[in-house]
């Protein structure tokens, strides 16, 4: 900290204010997500939704404080001229005021502009390159809950033992930034909730599903979006297929048809009866759960097998976005503080928001070091950011800046290593217990 007081003595009557908060998210952008949603304070309020906005993303960062000392750490609050500053019980009304749609809206207009900032550079064949996974989240179990996100079902007897909300997100492979997300109850299938993501997918890009994702129905209107808007799965051992072309002489490189199923034609009669794409096939492997190949809208001859092969595996780190949200953010919590459905879904769209904020400062901070934003340490990022934030709201906000460009060196040191090549080819484990779970809803 004295390295922190020694600037704020050099900038004390420094003319320079620049808010943190202002910095990465502009006051313009969250009165334009409180406006298009018509919730703007009409009235001088303590509390006002501005600020709000903010608690909400604090309560995303720090998930191991109470709100109301997220609300003091960050100084989110106003106080009258007799000094007198908001009651507790204010907080929560303020929230139900506020509504998810500003968060929601503010996410949208935040992770176009990030995303497009920090990855418009960095392409693989000129095309941005994106995945589609999914995730859950447990919700307290309360009535209003389990009737809206519902529980999943093991079997007819047996479901999880709180109701879960189901998510599905777009994501940046180099950066990691969250580009568009849709989430709901659990009785909507990941399938379904990618589908909504077809309007938001950007032109001249590559995305990279999981198996479960084979649909010809999402696959041809991911295709259809811009027609430069690709895609690529790995193909299911069930895939019937013809082969219609074959582009190399080993036979592992093709362009094959497939039939759209009645099913999909009854869900989209603007599906043709069969599609095309192009298959690529991996050498013979003796683990019997290794992809067998991969399924891609791109036929042109400029992308070899082998690019096409080795792009994908990417894909798998993706997945590490979730244990930083599950693991780093929310430390592991069982459940989603919030215990309304509104609550539940604002609450998520800040843990969002939060999350790309950590991201965006870790791809500047990559910038810097000349190094891939996946070898910046997530939880260090993410502790020295919250400490940042905690200073900054009693800092003098001239030096704000300069604590920033400090906290960017600091954050160098914890530059992971280059990873390892796997010495063995991945495989699948089953997940089972060997202790016996004791059900609360069986009587």
């Not at 502009?26 to 939704?49: F, G, H, V, Y």
């Not at 013979?284 to 992809?291: A, C, L, S, V």
Request: aromatic share 8%; hydrophobic share 40%; charged share 25%.
């Amino acid at each position: 900290m004295l390295a922190h007081w020694l600037i704020d003595v050099d900038d004390f009557a420094s003319p320079e204010s620049l808010a943190l908060f202002q910095k990465e998210l502009p006051l313009e952008w969250i009165n334009q997500a409180l406006d298009e949603t018509n919730k703007a304070s009409m009235r001088r309020r303590k509390l006002p939704a501005e600020l709000v906005v903010w608690l909400v993303v604090g309560i995303g960062l720090y998930r191991d404080r109470p709100i109301t000392d997220v609300l003091d750490k960050l100084d989110l609050k106003l106080s009258n001229s007799l000094g007198e500053s908001i009651a507790p019980s204010a907080i929560p009304q303020a929230r139900k005021r506020l509504t998810a749609k500003p968060l929601e809206a503010l996410f949208s207009l935040t992770a176009e502009h990030w995303t497009g900032a920090e990855d418009n550079k960095d392409t693989w064949y000129g095309l941005r390159l994106f995945s589609v996974d999914g995730t859950q989240f447990r919700t307290h179990d309360t009535s209003p809950l389990a009737e809206h996100f519902h529980y999943v079902k093991h079997s007819k007897t047996r479901h999880t033992e709180y109701p879960i909300v189901r998510l599905c997100a777009l994501c940046s492979l180099r950066s990691r930034l969250l580009y568009n997300v849709a989430f709901g109850p659990s009785s909507t299938g990941e399938v379904n909730y990618a589908k909504q993501l077809i309007p938001s997918v950007p032109a001249n890009s590559l995305t990279i599903f999981d198996r479960c994702y084979l649909s010809a129905e999402l696959m041809i209107n991911w295709s259809r979006q811009h027609g430069s808007s690709h895609w690529m799965t790995p193909i299911k051992s069930n895939t019937q297929y013809e082969v219609i072309e074959q582009l190399d002489e080993e036979g592992r490189d093709l362009i094959v048809e497939m039939s759209v199923s009645q099913h999909a034609l009854r869900q989209d009669p603007s599906l043709p009866e069969k599609w095309q794409a192009r298959l690529v096939l991996y050498p013979e492997q003796e683990q019997p759960n290794h992809i067998k190949g991969l399924l891609t809208s791109l036929t042109d001859s400029q992308y070899s097998l082998q690019s096409l092969l080795d792009v994908y595996f990417e894909r798998w780190e993706v997945e590490n976005s979730y244990g930083e949200i599950k693991h780093d953010m929310l430390e592991d919590e069982v459940l989603l503080r919030s215990q309304s459905v509104e609550g539940v879904e604002q609450e998520i769209w800040g843990i969002l928001i939060a999350y790309n904020l950590v991201r965006l400062e870790i791809s500047r901070i990559a910038k810097e070091a000349g190094v891939s934003p996946l070898r910046i340490s997530f939880m260090m990022a993410l502790r020295d950011i919250q400490d940042e934030l905690m200073w900054c709201a009693i800092a003098s906000p001239g030096s704000i800046p300069k604590k920033l460009r400090a906290m960017r060196e600091r954050v160098k040191r914890y530059i992971l290593p280059e990873r390892k090549k796997r010495p063995k080819s991945r495989t699948v484990r089953i997940s089972k217990t060997r202790y016996p779970v004791r059900s609360k809803h069986l009587k």
